[in-house]
């Protein structure tokens, strides 16, 4: 079974500092990747995907993703986070199946705390 | 455009109640999901539906039901409310076939809040 591996349950940055979220997954062929943020009490908003091409990825509010394939990660990435980059993120995977209604496996998620 | 929206916002039940939350979209979505988020454990997938009548089980299907009598709404129902099943519920939806797009990316609603005493 697939699974999703977000190793850092707790992150702290100062703001203006570059921040790096880390994403591992387990599965047989390359899934297809997502980051989504939850601010407190919202619903889960994409920041970016990936699924095929060019390995690093562009999302909202600044946001990049870099897929390697030989590590099996996808981590997250900003150059100069902002206060209100403080939130919840989380890593999902969707197995290839050709299209299809199948549902995202998601990691555990990683807490961002910002200090001023 | 509202997007995904879900009803009620927030619940509290006894034990042994029953409710039904309500999932709506306005994007001609084909996909409809639910998903429960606890503490810690990131969201699991209860029940999807890849169309109006049909639904299918999910990774925690026990204690839920499900029901889509129409495209754009998707029914989570709850015959006998555990306090197991205290948890934050979202629905998501995906693929719309009249505007294109990826069938992978889903959007999601803002939740349901349920406490069961």
């Known amino acids: 079974a697939q699974s999703v591996t977000q190793p850092d349950i707790h992150i702290t940055v100062s703001e203006g500092a570059s921040l790096e979220l880390r994403c591992n997954y387990s599965y047989g062929a390359t899934p297809y990747l997502f980051w989504y943020v939850q601010s407190p009490g919202q619903g889960l908003q994409l920041l970016l995907k990936y699924f095929s091409g060019d390995t690093l990825v562009q999302g909202i509010k600044g946001f990049e993703a870099e897929f390697k394939r030989s590590q099996s990660s996808f981590n997250l990435r900003k150059p100069s986070v902002h206060w209100s980059d403080a939130a919840e993120y989380f890593c999902?995977?969707?197995?290839?199946?050709?299209?299809?209604?199948?549902?995202?496996?998601f990691g555990k998620g990683t807490h961002l705390i910002i200090q001023p | 455009n509202a997007g995904v929206t879900q009803t009620p916002k927030f619940r509290v039940l006894k034990t042994g109640q029953s409710m039904t939350l309500l999932c709506a979209q306005d994007?001609?979505?084909?996909?409809m999901y639910w998903y429960r988020q606890d503490p810690g454990m990131g969201l699991r997938l209860i029940h999807y539906?890849?169309?109006?009548?049909?639904?299918a089980k999910g990774e925690v299907p026990d204690g839920y039901n499900v029901s889509r009598l129409k495209k754009q709404n998707f029914l989570l129902g709850l015959e006998s409310a555990a306090p197991s099943q205290t948890s934050v519920y979202f629905c998501?939806?995906?693929?719309?076939?009249?505007?294109?797009?990826?069938?992978?990316?889903?959007?999601f609603g803002p939740g349901t809040r349920l406490l069961v005493l």
């Open positions: 994007m001609n979505h084909e996909y």
């Open positions: 999902a995977v969707k197995m290839y199946s050709g299209g299809g209604a199948d549902g995202l496996t």
């Open positions: 998501a939806s995906s693929y719309s076939r009249s505007s294109g797009g990826d069938q992978e990316t889903q959007y």
């Open positions: 539906s890849v169309g109006e009548g049909t639904t």
